[in-house]
């Protein structure tokens, strides 16, 4: 997977809208393949006007949970936020994600200005989510 600071110096390396979008797609045809049966009413994120899923694996074999992910979208650049999103969150503590700011970042990309406002309630139900997955992993932790 792409780090955040890959994509971060890929996005400063391109000027033109057009090549960010397309680069953003590009990031989610990366993706780790998602079974379909996890396609589920239980994965689905809602507040996105696309399909979004997320399937989250917890690790615990190191003594603190980790919270990794796969995830997919029926549409193209709602992909490719998906693998944003994921670089940021997936394979970190409970802890490491409740610290993030992936709004300051998205919004350090641009994409306040430049997604649609349905697409910007997107990224945040995606974040949202993945929050409530790490509160949830440190009640379960303690």
């Not at 000027?15 to 797609?25: A, H, L």
């Not at 993706?31 to 994120?45: G, Q, R, Y």
């Amino acid at each position: 997977m792409t780090t955040i600071d890959e994509i971060r110096d890929n996005f400063e390396l391109l000027d033109e809208w057009d090549d960010r979008y397309r680069y953003v797609i590009e990031l989610g045809r990366t993706l780790e393949p998602m079974p379909e049966a996890e396609h589920s009413a239980e994965n689905k994120v809602n507040g996105c006007v696309s399909q979004v899923w997320l399937q989250k694996l917890v690790d615990c074999s190191k003594g603190v949970p980790i919270l990794r992910y796969r995830g997919d979208s029926d549409a193209h650049i709602v992909r490719g936020l998906v693998a944003i999103v994921l670089s940021l969150y997936s394979g970190r503590t409970p802890q490491e994600i409740l610290a993030t700011d992936a709004i300051a970042v998205f919004d350090e990309f641009g994409f306040r200005d430049h997604l649609t406002p349905q697409r910007s309630n997107g990224l945040r139900s995606m974040v949202e989510r993945i929050k409530r997955d790490a509160k949830a992993a440190l009640a379960e932790a303690t």
